[in-house]
């Protein structure tokens, strides 16, 4: 076990937003967190990292309180990447991802930098700009940075990532989650993703964890998480489960007419400017 987490609670703004949680992640492990917007995922992933207070409760990170260790140290076992970045300055791809390296000489991180760009697969953006790039292209800029931070760390390391592939286009989103999957499994990191993709999460997950209204509904393997009752509860979706071959459930949304409200016939169209009407 790398990280315990034992009825924590994060409050903003005096309100409780995540309530009572209780879960585990172990070395060599992709626990990805999923739920419905405001469910209290990224608020949950800010609290780890340190940029909420915890309210209450305890976290321990390699058998510590996560409170009693040094911004170093953790620096150099824990990187976190948040929804949102941005690059306002003329930075190449190189140097934003070379920010994530500790004090060394260009000589030195190269290596790392080479190896990272390549496997991010911006090694041809390596001279841009980073604020010229497309949206997906900075989020594996971002994600590079992040991995070169803890590339060689010695011990424990957690990563915890919200949203990283949000911005990605399938391939990619393909590709950055079998890299993460691959450095849990073959590196012995403890990975913490934030998703929304319920069948990316069902791929490549080794467990996941469903929140709902800021407290943990249930954590468990995707086949136990990814349920029809599950998700009618949660998410108020309705969805036909397909357990495929592979070994992981596929999530197909259903069109549950008689249930949604989007689904009404409008009574009366009406433009919004009456000048607008067309002349007859």
């Known amino acids: 076990m790398l990280l315990h987490v034992d009825g924590l609670g994060v409050h903003l703004s005096g309100k409780p937003v995540v309530r009572d949680l209780v879960f585990q992640l172990d070395a060599g492990e992709l626990l990805v967190v999923l739920g419905p917007n405001g469910a209290g995922k990224s608020t949950l992933l800010r609290g780890l990292a340190g940029e909420h207070k915890v309210a209450r409760g305890q976290v321990m990170f390699a058998g510590r309180p996560l409170a009693s260790w040094s911004s170093r140290d953790l620096a150099r076992q824990r990187a976190v990447m948040p929804q949102r970045v941005e690059v306002n300055f003329p930075l190449t791809v190189e140097e934003v991802v070379r920010l994530g390296r500790p004090p060394e000489s260009i000589s030195q991180s190269m290596p ?73 499994r073959q590196r012995g990191f403890a990975v913490l993703a934030v998703a929304h993709d319920l069948n990316l999460a069902a791929r490549f997950a080794d467990r996941l964890m469903l929140l709902h209204q800021g407290q943990g509904y249930m954590v468990g393997s995707p086949s136990e998480v990814l349920t029809k009752a599950v998700l009618a509860d949660v998410y108020g979706l ?24 989007y689904s009404q016939p409008f009574s009366r169209w009406e433009p919004i400017n009456p000048s607008c009407r067309q002349a007859s």
Request: hydrophobic fraction near 45%; charged fraction near 25%; aromatic fraction near 4%.
């Open 112 to 184: 790392v930098l080479l190896e990272l760009m390549e496997l991010l697969d911006i090694n041809h953006l390596r001279h841009r700009l980073a604020p010229g790039l497309s949206g997906g292209e900075q989020q594996r800029v971002q994600l590079a940075r992040v991995l070169a931070q803890i590339w060689d760390a010695e011990g424990p390391v957690l990563l915890l990532l919200d949203e990283c592939t949000s911005a990605l286009d399938p391939a990619h989103q393909q590709q950055v989650f079998s890299l993460l999957r691959r450095l849990a």
């Open 238 to 261: 309705s969805a036909r489960i397909l357990e495929l071959d592979e070994g992981y459930p596929l999530v197909i949304p259903q069109d549950d007419a008689h249930k949604s409200a």
